[in-house]
Nanobody, 122 residues
């Protein structure tokens, strides 16, 4: 089973960019669909983006579409979330997740990272 560790969070200003990374160890990384989720205080966990295990398809929440890009580097065993035009409402703990041979959808993830905090100031 793969283990996931997120990094790259921090404090930024509205309109800034930030790149999150999720490093995987164990398992066969290239066979996992990868997703990004976020959870703000007092809010439900929200699907952000996902990429198919083959890398051939991506999916985004409407709230981040055209601003965020998910990608993967199988050689580095890492999935990225490149975030642009950040807004205060993007503030949350961002977690990555994995599912074996999964599609780029919002559900079905079996393995989760601990998360990294993203704070967007006005």
């Amino acid at each position: 089973q793969v283990q996931l560790v997120e990094s790259g969070g921090g404090l930024v200003q509205t309109g800034d960019s930030l790149r999150l990374a999720c490093a995987a160890s164990g398992g066969t990384f290239s066979n996992y669909a990868m997703g990004w989720f976020r959870q703000a205080p007092g809010k439900e966990r929200q699907f952000v983006a996902a990429i198919h295990w083959s890398g051939g398809h991506t999916n985004y929440a409407e709230s981040v579409k055209d601003r965020f890009t998910i990608s993967r580097d199988n050689g580095k065993r890492t999935v990225y979330l490149q975030m642009h035009s950040l807004k205060p409402e993007d503030t949350a703990v961002y977690s990555c997740a994995a599912k074996w041979l999964g599609t780029a959808g919002p559900t079905g993830y079996d393995v989760w990272g601990q998360g990294t905090q993203v704070t967007v100031a006005s």
